[in-house]
């Protein structure tokens, strides 16, 4: 699988920049960046993994009571091999992120 792009259309934070990362099946985070409205961001990460692939974003905050938003989940099966790029959403918790991955 590979993750090419991540587009921010409204971050979750109300008074500034998110700092999201994407996690693959729960292990570890495979990206980390931080985006303001209309960001956009090549990741070019190529992941092997099994199917179903879970990719989460989360919003990293730091201090007070809003840590760590799950901003969503998107899911990529080993049926979605070799039919080209394909589009995820993340829209909880007021954000709005496309995810543009395909598999391999």
Request: charged fraction near 20%.
């Amino acid at each position: 699988m590979v993750l090419e792009t991540l587009k921010c259309h409204e971050t979750e934070d109300w008074n500034g920049a998110d700092e999201p990362y994407l996690t693959i099946n729960g292990i570890g985070t495979v990206w980390s960046g931080v985006m303001n409205d209309g960001d956009q961001r090549t990741l070019n990460q190529r992941r092997t993994v099994n199917s179903p692939a879970f990719i989460n974003l989360y919003d990293t905050d730091s201090g007070g009571f809003d840590k760590n938003d799950h901003l969503g989940t998107v899911t990529a099966t080993s049926s979605m091999k070799g039919r080209g790029t394909r589009t995820g959403g993340f829209t909880q918790d007021g954000a709005n992120y496309t995810l543009y991955y395909h598999v391999e």
